[in-house]
């Protein structure tokens, strides 16, 4: 079974900072591909930042400059630091793996982000 929890979710105001941290647990193996999406109301779930397991990166356009992904190994997390937070950020963040070797991507139960103006 696999596990993903996520936390550093809250409210902040514009401007403002944010982590996100995520960690995977159980049957996992090796993992290629670790992302952090986002889902506002009314809205459907977006990318927001990948990070492959040879550290390749990607980005919305969106969040350019201003979030940056990490990922240990080691430790089976992914981090998203979010910087210059605006309004239009406030979402439900989910952290998602995909492990080939079974086939799946796996998705956590997602953590609220609120940005106020």
């Known amino acids: 079974q696999v596990q993903l929890v996520e936390s550093g979710g809250g409210l902040v105001q514009a401007g ?3 982590r ?7 049957s996992i193996g090796s993992i290629n ?3 952090w ?3 506002a109301p009314g809205k459907q779930r977006e990318l927001v930042a990948c990070i492959t397991s040879t550290s390749v990166l990607n980005y919305a356009d969106s969040v350019k400059g201003r979030f940056t992904i990490s990922r240990d190994n080691a430790k089976n997390t992914v981090d998203l630091q979010m910087t210059s937070l605006k ?3 406030t979402a ?3 952290c998602a793996i995909d492990l080939p070797w079974k086939g799946a991507m796996y ?8 940005v106020s103006s």
């Open 20 to 26: 996100l941290s995520c960690v995977a647990s159980g």
């Open 92 to 94: 439900v963040y989910y």
């Open 107 to 114: 998705w956590g139960q997602g953590t609220q982000v609120t």
């Open 33 to 35: 591909v670790m992302s």
């Open 37 to 39: 999406y986002r889902q």
């Open 16 to 18: 403002g900072s944010l």
């Open 87 to 89: 309004p239009e950020d």
